[in-house]
């Protein structure tokens, strides 16, 4: 057995490893044809040729990602349908490879696949995107947005509130307009803070710069408001959001590592704030890593079919379709799930559930009936 396991293990990573390639080269070209057009407005700037290439290199652990379990599936289809097209998986088959032990070797190897896959994502993918587009900020500006208002998180302290906005992070990582509003327990207005940009120290405190401080004072004399208002070169504002936390609400929350995305989420529930969204894309990164062992599933019926000797394209672009239609109703889910508000982990599981059960539907169907 160890023989058989061999084989198919080294074809199959190889299969992998070639498609993978393929896509991977695809999606480099793509890239940077779209940043050809950033090239020629930015050269005054510097971002040239050699920076764009370098920012492009650096997606493509992101693009690792998305597809590896989709390379999984057409790699071991194609392992699979090869070796029963030159009947080797025959010869296999009176070796003692029954169904269930294929089965078993294969999922082996898919779990090798799941900790890759948990590894790009959770990893290198971030980092990756993180360095990207600090390289692209270092030539074009202010690097994260998240629209005109920018980003709004909430914060308790003891027996206070306060509500942050952030307009965009800067290229050194700094955070630009922030603006914080101080509410006292029964919720009305205390102060607003407002400064040129903020830095997030190691001990989680925000410098703020050139900060502007007003102060709303309703038991004034006489009994009178006044409004007083201070000005400091820098000014350090004691909070528990992070970088990470800031970056989630900047940024697309797919983009983070998984620790960080539940940390984010535990923050908005402490606040009181809606975290469907987050607490789906978390789900969502826990789930996908094991749609690979569902490749391997999908792939392993290939094996038992009969070629005609020009008739293995057919099945592997069947298989193709197959593997995209996952993909799709992935996506599909993720946003009904987040408009009726279903439950984030069902949301998340759902579309690898279904085509488990279909994928061993037909191994039951087609290998151990027929």
């Known amino acids: 057995m160890k023989t058989i396991r061999r084989l198919i293990y080294g074809e199959v990573l190889k299969s992998v490893a070639f498609v993978a390639l393929g896509f991977l080269c695809l999606f480099f070209f793509f890239d940077f044809v779209d940043e050809l057009q950033t090239v020629t407005k930015s050269n005054v700037l510097g971002y040239g040729l050699p920076q764009a290439i370098l920012y492009v290199s650096l997606l493509v652990p992101s693009h690792l990602y998305e597809l590896l379990p989709i390379a999984v599936l057409i790699g071991t289809i194609v392992v699979m349908a090869r070796l029963a097209q030159s009947s080797e998986y025959t010869i296999l088959r009176t070796s003692g490879l029954g169904p269930w032990r294929a089965l078993r070797t294969l999922l082996v190897l898919g779990l090798g696949f799941v900790v890759l896959t948990f590894a790009v994502g959770d990893y290198v993918a971030p980092f990756g995107d993180r360095t990207a587009t600090l390289v692209k900020a270092r030539y074009q500006g202010v690097y994260a947005t998240s629209g005109l208002t920018g980003a709004w998180l ?22 630009l307009g922030p603006r914080i509003f ?32 007003q102060y709303y004072d309703t038991n004034g004399p006489n009994g009178k408001s006044q409004v007083r208002t201070t000005l400091d070169d820098t000014l350090l504002w004691p909070s528990t959001l992070t970088h990470e936390m800031v ?83 992935n996506n599909v889910f993720g946003y009904i799930g987040n408009l ?5 982990w069902f949301t998340a599981a759902a579309p690898g559930m279904i085509y488990s059960v ?3 539907g037909a191994f039951g169907w087609l290998v151990l009936r027929h």
Not at 270 to 280: D, F, T, V
Not at 340 to 344: E, G, K, L
Request: glycine residues 6%; contains cysteine.
């Open 182 to 213: 101080e509410f006292d327990a029964k919720g009305f207005l205390v102060s607003q803070t407002a400064a040129d940009s903020a830095r997030i120290e190691p001990d989680g405190s925000w410098m703020l710069k050139r900060a502007e401080r």
């Open 358 to 360: 279909m994928s061993l």
């Open 154 to 175: 909430r914060e308790k302290q003891n027996d206070k509130s306060f509500a942050v906005n952030v307009l965009s992070m800067g290229r050194d990582g700094s955070l």
């Open 247 to 329: 970056s989630v609400a900047l940024l697309k929350p797919d983009r983070m590592a998984t620790i960080d995305l539940f940390e984010y989420i535990r923050h908005l529930n402490a606040n009181g704030q809606k975290a469907q969204r987050y607490e789906i894309d978390f789900w969502r990164k826990v789930f996908y890593p094991l749609s690979c062992l569902v490749m391997v599933v999908l792939a392993l019926p290939f094996a038992y079919l009969h070629f005609r000797q020009s008739g293995i394209a057919a099945y592997v672009f069947g298989g193709v379709l197959i593997g995209i239609s996952f993909f799709l109703l």
């Open 340 to 344: 009726r508000t279903w439950s984030p």
